[in-house]
C-alpha cells in the first residue's frame, strides 16, 4: 500500500466503521486503501480526484486560488495552501503510484462565502472559479460539485469508489469553522507566500 501525506490525523470513523484520516487548509491526502478522507470547507475548496480504473485517489485544502508569485522554493506547507500548487501536487502523486491521467475523474467543493472579513473579496467563488477552469484545462472529468452558497460542509471521500458524503453544517458549526479560517486567513496575510454524492442536510 502507497500513501503520502503531511496530515498525520488519522483515526477510526465510527459513522462508516472504518479507518479515516482528517486534512485541514494546506493539506493533502492520497491512498489505494479501502478508508476515508475527511474534511470540513468554508470558503476553501477541496478537490476529491481518483483513477477509477486503478483505484487509487485523494483529496487537497486550498485556501486561494494562487499566490501570485513563483512557489518552487517555498516548502510544501507554504505552497499547498494555493490550488494551483495543490492541484499539481496531488494530482502528480496519484499518476506516479499508478494512476493514468484518462482515467481520472474529480468531484469539488466548498467555496462557501462564511467569511464575513473579506465577503467582498469574493473568495469562495474565486476558489470555486479556479477548480472548475483548472480542471477543464487538464482535462480531467468533473462527475460531481457542490460549490458556494452561505453554508459550511462537511465532506467524507472515499477514493476507492469516489463516493462522497456532504454534510451541511449548522450554523453553530459554521461559527467554530468561520473562526479557523479566519486565523488561517490571517496567518496568509503575514506570509508572502463512478461514485456517488449524498448531500445531508441539517437544521440551522
Request: charged fraction near 25%; include cysteine.
Amino acid at each position: 500500500m502507497y500513501q503520502e501525506t503531511i496530515s498525520s490525523n488519522l483515526y477510526f470513523d465510527r459513522v462508516f466503521n472504518c479507518e479515516a484520516v482528517k486534512i485541514g487548509p494546506g493539506e493533502y491526502f492520497y491512498t489505494n486503501k479501502n478508508m476515508a478522507i475527511v474534511t470540513v470547507l468554508g470558503s476553501c475548496i477541496s478537490a476529491c480526484i481518483y483513477d477509477k480504473k486503478s483505484r487509487i485517489g485523494g483529496m487537497n485544502h486550498f485556501m486561494l486560488p494562487n499566490s501570485g508569485v513563483s512557489e518552487k522554493n517555498n516548502p510544501i506547507s507554504d505552497s499547498m495552501r494555493y490550488g494551483s500548487y495543490a492541484m499539481e501536487v496531488l494530482i502528480n502523486q496519484i499518476l506516479k503510484n499508478g494512476g493514468r491521467r484518462e482515467y481520472l475523474e474529480a468531484k469539488v467543493f466548498g467555496g462557501g462565502n462564511v467569511l464575513k472579513g473579506i465577503t467582498s473579496m469574493k473568495v469562495g467563488e474565486r476558489n470555486a472559479e479556479f477548480v472548475l477552469n483548472y480542471l477543464k484545462a487538464e482535462g480531467i472529468r468533473i462527475t460531481g460539485e457542490d460549490l458556494v452558497d452561505t453554508h459550511a460542509r462537511k465532506v467524507c471521500f472515499f477514493p476507492q469508489t469516489g463516493d462522497v458524503f456532504v454534510k451541511t453544517l449548522n450554523h453553530k458549526n459554521d461559527q467554530i469553522l468561520i473562526s479557523s479560517e479566519e486565523i488561517y486567513s490571517k496567518r496568509l496575510n503575514k506570509h508572502t507566500i463512478s461514485g456517488n454524492i449524498e448531500i445531508f442536510k441539517t437544521q440551522p
